[in-house]
């Protein structure tokens, strides 16, 4: 995993905010815009890119103080320098928002490499070409939201090409039971749903005692019903809630993953790959997983995320429009083409996208 050497390497930071159209209840927190933080590393005339929500967080900040001095030198292994970043950060980092540092300017680096290398990032990390499937976060049944009104957003978008298509979960138990049967009812034949419960239940009994109440019909999987450290909570929810399961959105740290797995708790693993550290980390543990028969969705982040060998995209729409819940699309140009529910990375060197004119100025240097 070597490319060209260097002396000089130059990490550049950005933060951008995107105000909503309307407040998002995604598990206990109230979202009214959402904040990205943005990773532009520069060699040889050459820049790999990376972006990721920063929910909140000084994830700038962290990238320029504990990550980027770090990666700035030496040869443009990448491997070798997320080891380098991973111990020269371990006494505040190693999990949590360090790692997700980490998993950006790792991120930038495959792109940087790639790039260089004049090879789409796909055939660096072992992929092919091919198309991968893909599935639409379609609704959120933000407070005032209609049953009819949810059922035609997420049917409408199944009838454009989505076969797999997810909704967030309602704490109502009464409109979460009327929009699953009527979406049930209506969504086209063959079509897959998620509902993602974005850690929302305290425990087991909470959650099963929902699910009940429910009365669900079949779903293509339940998302995060607890805290992914809670393997034998989450265990129990599949075992006893009629669902398949999937757990790992946000989590920084491969050992969570592979212990839900070992303790029953997964149908399957979710994969953010930028909360696990970038594509260096999301290599060895797809590894571990294929040796499991282990299936894997990734969490957002498509640019990079359909770069990566055996696993299924999640994405926002990207129409022309924008969506109403994550307005990244308006950030990019480029990455891969989504069509008939699956996603396609492109021939180009890297990841094959680039920042929208005007979205992000990269004025800060770590």
């Given amino acids: 995993m070597t490319g060209a050497t260097t002396t000089s390497r130059t990490v550049r930071t950005s933060t951008v905010a995107l105000p909503l159209r309307e407040p998002l209840q995604l598990g206990a927190m ?95 990390t072992g992929a092919d070409g091919s198309a991968r499937p893909a599935m639409l976060v379609a609704a959120y049944p933000t407070p005032g939201r209609t049953v009819d009104g949810l059922v035609e957003e997420v049917v409408g978008q199944a009838e454009a090409g989505w076969p797999l298509v997810k909704i967030s979960r309602s704490p109502d138990n009464a409109l979460m039971r009327d929009l699953l049967a009527e979406l049930d009812r209506s969504l086209p034949s063959g079509t897959g749903l998620v509902v993602d419960a974005g850690f929302g239940w305290r425990d087991a009994d909470e959650a099963l005692a929902d699910l009940r109440a429910w009365d669900a019909p079949r779903l293509a999987w339940l998302e995060d019903a607890l805290l992914p450290e809670d393997v034998a909570g989450n265990a129990r929810v599949r075992a006893e809630g009629g669902q398949r399961v999937a757990v790992g959105d946000e989590v920084t740290d491969p050992a969570v993953l592979k212990a839900l797995a070992e303790g029953g708790a997964l149908d399957l693993a979710r994969l953010d790959v930028v909360a696990l550290g970038g594509i260096t980390p999301a290599l060895e543990f797809l590894a571990w997983a294929r040796e499991r028969g282990l299936p894997v969705s990734c969490h957002i982040s498509p640019e ?63």
């Fill in 30 to 124: 109230t979202v009214t815009r959402r904040e990205y933080a943005a990773v532009r590393v520069e060699q040889d005339g050459e820049a790999g890119l990376s972006y990721a929500l920063t929910r909140e967080a000084p994830m700038a900040d962290i990238v320029e103080r504990l990550i980027a001095p770090h990666v700035r030198d030496g040869e443009l292994d990448t491997a070798a320098l997320w080891e380098r970043a991973y111990r020269g950060s371990a006494i505040v980092g190693r999990v949590g928002l360090v790692r997700r540092a980490l998993g950006m300017v790792d991120i930038a680096l495959w792109d940087l490499r790639a790039r260089l290398a004049g090879e789409p990032v796909w055939r660096l």
């Fill in 304 to 366: 990079a995320s359909a770069h990566l060998p055996g696993v299924t995209i999640e994405t926002f729409g990207r129409g022309p429009g924008g969506n109403p819940y994550d307005p990244s699309p308006t950030l990019v140009t480029g990455g891969p083409v989504f069509a008939d529910g699956h996603a396609q990375p492109g021939p180009e060197p890297g990841f094959g996208f680039a920042f929208a004119p005007g979205s992000v100025e990269f004025g800060r240097q770590g």
